[in-house]
């Protein structure tokens, strides 16, 4: 089977970090036998223009790799415009948070930006042969837009090679960090107000005392090779978004043995379900601070890896070729004539 695999997120030299969750994906479905071709849309880097010419870099792609599957890997214009814009193949969209949730904490240009965003995202999900989104709470962000038996659940998955327990002290040491203070991980991907970075430091700053050091590290702009490291480095994931889809960083986090304090945001609840050591709060500093404070008198790692396995990259690749399968054989059981999906004429924007 053979998936074009559309993105505007995708790791590169400039920017390692930036779409990680995907290329991980994308190696899972190759892992699996799949087929897949990546068009990445990099509208950092050429503005405007990447949208403008997403349609004809599309048939392009379509004409040539002739995919069996469409699956757009995240929201908003882009999706928009590739669902509604090409009928020749059936077409996944994937959701992540944003995407549905919009900015809300951003300037107000940004917000206005954010919110037509959301607009596309829900026009695409109801043009969309499937849809896929990160967390069971995203479903109603949808709006009644795609009907239930087109809307699947699927959360992305983390690599259990990468993240696996390893020797705190070692790990601090590699970092530079002090094997005496307690250690809060703050992980933010590209300093988003939505994280609410003021909020996680004042709860840490409520913590400090001179007999008791307490190091706060803003995970941001690391090499994906090296979060393995900070994550085992370090006590406790402090998290205190104002929204959330499926935070990978969480699910990594525990990956590692790491204790996770944080509010009840995206799937954060139920991935820390039943895990001893591991606690949601109100978005408050001095709840928070208390949360972090049983951490640290805990003293100990966590011990779930095997409620993991579903998340594996593997795991969840197996899930989303079901999803296109299925998708595929309802295409073809609604139009015996397999050409409705083969390349149809296409009008440039110029046309």
Not at 24 to 30: D, K, Y
Not at 85 to 96: A, L
Not at 131 to 144: T, W
Not at 195 to 215: F, G, N, Y
């Amino acid at each position: 089977m053979r998936i074009l695999a559309i993105t505007n997120m995708y790791p590169s030299a400039a920017f390692p970090g930036r779409g990680v969750f995907v290329h991980e994906q994308v190696r899972g479905l190759r892992a699996i036998g799949l087929d897949v071709r990546v068009l990445f849309v990099d509208r950092r880097q050429e503005g405007p223009m990447a949208y403008y010419r997403l349609r004809s870099n599309v048939s392009s792609a379509v004409a040539e790799f002739d995919p069996d599957v469409i699956h757009v890997m995240y929201g908003g214009v882009m999706a928009d415009q590739v669902v509604r814009g090409h009928h020749v193949r059936p077409t996944v969209v994937t959701f992540r948070g944003s995407d549905l949730l919009g900015e809300n904490l951003s300037g107000l240009a940004r917000k206005i930006v954010s919110q037509y965003g959301v607009y596309c995202s829900r026009r695409a999900a109801k043009a969309a042969d499937g849809v896929i989104v990160v967390a069971r709470q995203l479903v109603e962000a949808l709006n009644g837009t795609a009907t239930d038996d087109k809307v699947r659940v699927i959360p992305s998955g983390i690599d259990l090679e990468r993240f696996k327990p390893m020797d705190s002290l070692v790990c601090k040491q590699r970092l530079g960090w002090s094997a005496r203070a307690f250690h809060v991980l703050f992980a933010s991907s590209n300093g988003d107000p939505v994280k609410r970075p003021r909020l996680a430091k004042a709860a840490v700053a409520q913590m400090s005392r001179p007999d008791s050091p307490v190091e706060f590290h803003y995970m941001m702009n690391i090499p994906p090779v090296e979060v393995a490291f900070w994550l085992n480095a370090s006590d406790a994931l402090l998290l205190t978004s104002l929204h959330e889809g499926s935070p990978n960083i969480v699910k990594e986090a525990l990956a590692c043995g790491l204790p996770v304090v944080s509010v009840d945001v995206g799937d954060v609840a139920e991935r820390l379900e039943g895990i001893e050591g591991c606690y949601l709060t109100r978005p408050e500093p001095a709840e928070l601070a208390e949360k972090l404070r049983l951490v640290w008198q805990r003293g100990q790692r966590l011990d779930c890896r095997t409620r993991l396995e579903e998340l594996s990259i593997v795991s969840v690749a197996q899930k989303l070729k079901r999803c296109y399968e299925d998708i595929t054989r309802k295409g073809r059981a609604a139009s015996p004539n397999r050409r409705q999906w083969r390349l149809k004429p296409h009008l440039s924007p110029r046309s």
